[in-house]
């Protein structure tokens, strides 16, 4: 679990925060399920890499908020994000 976690719905800061991971917008294959697909984890076949406008798209059309961490307990840069409701 997460030292510190912030939320937002900045599209800006969001898409800074990923870059800095190397995070690409992606869709769960066959569903509208957005995530984030970083080096190394789920990839093809499981997600879809689609453009950062369609991800805001959908990011807006379901009302979403995005949950993350910058640093882990150990100082390290995190990774960890969690798309939430904003309701």
Known sequence: MPKRSHVTIDHEQIREWAEERRGKPAVVRDTTIIRLDFPGFAGPPKLQR???????????????????????????RSNFNKLVSRD
Do not use: Y
Request: net charge negative; charged share 40%; no cysteine.
């Open 50 to 76: 689609i453009s950062w406008d369609e991800w805001f798209g959908k990011f807006e059309e379901k009302r979403l908020a995005f949950l993350h961490q910058d640093k882990m307990a150990d100082g390290k």
